[in-house]
Each structure stands twice: as structure tokens, then as C-alpha cells.
């Protein structure tokens, strides 16, 4: 496969034509963005509006230029993002909505509805077949289904178990209804005793009450568990582990398979940005916003999901680690600095999995912004 395009603007500006607001516009038809919308067509612009608490998700304002590009175009935008499998502010429609609305994500900011694709309490869910490995059939938000075209805007940070999140897990995660979501999830984390203290942390966050605190210890009932990894998330001690060696492959290949599903039939017709700035330890799931372990880098385009998260990987282990971060190792140039967040993570797992089910191509070409 030939490379990809992968368009590039750095976060440098000395001129009003650079300002954030002017790439954005640059980037989206430079890298084509415009040919993947259809005159009249629904266009769903996918992203993640953050949980309460949370502070690193793209900046409506950065959204509204997207949605004025697709509009140009001829499109009719909708931000759109799906309920969460977890308990949090954005479990239902409504809830998830307003937070939306608190982030900055409302008409007069963005210039475009809000809509949730998978409806009131994901149950609007579509079957999408895809004869994969892990599914012959996928669950996907029934309005991202729906969608003609769909541009998808993902600010590209580290995640507890795929590593990193960017294009492709905004896509397979993202895109799956609630249920979808579920059948990704399915690692299950055990409390390792002699690091616990019985903080109970993690029974405040877990969605079906499968953790208990039993002699100051937590115990996790792996019959209830669905496999969220909240507890996971907040646990201050690290505690509370998975099987890496058996568990994490095939939850990142389920995420691949559901990102091949979210764009079935529209794959010529979906387009991708990457934000790498503010880029933390922690999804934007998490209701805080950790120091970036990173500086920021800037904005990246593309038609590949694949091509951009590699080139997105890599731009973030070209860079020095900032001191003081949750960076345990691997500060210097070149190094994995997934691993040094997450020893156990083969983040690059998405790239290699992505292209050998034909998601996209791992071989890029980086454009620099002119």
C-alpha cells in the first residue's frame, strides 16, 4: 500500500494566518476533508465532549471551525458522541448532553446540534457486519449509522490499557452503542492484595457494584465485572491490575474490529484530525486532566485512521518527556512514552492490527503545513 497523506501543523504562530483557528481551516482542505461530504448529506462530526472534571478535550471553538468547513461544503453537521458504559456524566442522553453543554458544546459556540448517537440510554444501536476475527457482527450507535459522512476529531492522549487513545478508538469505542461497548470490555481486573489499603475508591465508581470491601481489602466479583477499568483508573495505589499477557491483545483487537464497523459503507467518506496537545496520561473519561507528559505538538489531518495515529505515535515519542508528569521512564527522544506511563501496554498493537484487517495503512507521509 502506498503511503498515506498526513497533514501537519505545528503549534508555533507569529502571524495571524498561523493562529490555531486559520490551521484548522488550512489543515481540512488540505488534507481533502472536503470530498468526503455529500451535498445535503448528514455529516456527523465525532468527538468527545470530556467528563465533568476533565479539561483537556478539544476546544469547541477549534470544533465550530469543522463545522463551518462542513457546512461550506454542503454538508449538515452534527457533533455526536455515544453514552458511556461506565457511571459518570454522560450514561444517559441527558446527562450527557448537559455536560456537553457545560464544556462549551452548545448552538451558539459550535453552530451546530448536539446529538447522541446512540439515543436516551443506548438502546438506538445498529448490527453491522464485519466478519472479523473477534465479531462477525458489531453493535454501532444507530445515528453514526445513519450518518452520509463523518469527520472525526480526536485529541490523541494515553490510555490504561489500549495505550493511547486517537482516530481508531474514537472510532470502535466511540461509535459503539452501550452494548457494543460491553462486548469490547472483555478484560477483568483483579486486586492485587498486598498493594491495597482498602480505600474503597473503587467502590464509588463502579457502574454495576461488583467491587466490595472485605478486611480492608477490595474484592471484585468477576461474575458482575464488566470490565471498564474504572477501578482501575482511580485505584492511588495501582492495585488493581489485569492479565496483560492474555487480556489486553484481544481488547485492543475488539477495538480495532469496531472501528472497522464504524465506518463501513462511508470509509471514502470520513475524514480524521488529530489534536496532540495537552497530551495526558489518562482518556478523557477520567473527571481530572493529569500534566501532559508530553509538550503539545500541534494538529494533524488525514483520509487514514491508521496513517494518522502512526504518525501521531510517533511525533509523541520524538519528543523529550516533561519532568514531573506521570512519566515513570522513557523521557528521552525516541523512546515509547506509553510504556514509560504503562510498562505493560503494546499501544502500537492498534497500528498493526488495524492494518492487517484492512482499517488502514501504517506507512505515512508527514506534509508540513505551507
Known sequence: MSKQKVYFANTRARDPRDNTVSKINRLFESAGLGETIRKDGLTAIKLHF??????????????????????????????????????????????????????????????????????????????????????????????????????????????????????IKNLGMGCASTAGKQAQHGARPITIDEACTGCGKCVHVCPETAITVRNEKSLIERSKCIGCFECMTICPERAIDIDWETETPPFIERIV??????????????????????????????????????????ILASRDPVAIDAASFDLVNGQLGNPGSMLLCNYHKGADKFKGLRENTDAYR?????????????????????
Open 50 to 167: 470530556g467528563e465533568l472534571g476533565n479539561d483537556s478535550y478539544i476546544n469547541p471553538v477549534f470544533v465550530r471551525q469543522v463545522v463551518d468547513k462542513v457546512r461550506a461544503h454542503g454538508g449538515k453537521p452534527f457533533v455526536t458522541d455515544s453514552n458511556t458504559l461506565y457511571l459518570g456524566s454522560r450514561k444517559n442522553a441527558v446527562d450527557h448532553i448537559e455536560t456537553a453543554v457545560l464544556h462549551g458544546f452548545d448552538y451558539s459556540v459550535v453552530g451546530a446540534p448536539v446529538i447522541i448517537a446512540d439515543g436516551l440510554s443506548g438502546g438506538n444501536t445498529k448490527t453491522v457486519a464485519i466478519h472479523k476475527k473477534h465479531f462477525e457482527n458489531v453493535l454501532i450507535s444507530g445515528d453514526i449509522v445513519a450518518a452520509e459522512s463523518m469527520i472525526v476529531l480526536s485529541h490523541f492522549k494515553g490510555h490504561e490499557v489500549a495505550g493511547f487513545g486517537g482516530a
Open 350 to 370: 492498534q497500528i498493526r492490527y488495524g492494518v492487517e484487517i484492512g482499517l488502514g495503512s501504517s506507512e505515512y507521509e508527514l506534509v508540513p503545513l505551507e
Open 257 to 298: 474490529e469496531y472501528a472497522v464497523g464504524a465506518v463501513q459503507g462511508k470509509e471514502s467518506r470520513t475524514g480524521y484530525m488529530n489534536f496532540l496537545t495537552h497530551i495526558t496520561p489518562d482518556c478523557d473519561c477520567v473527571p481530572w486532566s493529569d500534566a501532559p507528559v508530553v509538550p503539545d505538538i500541534g
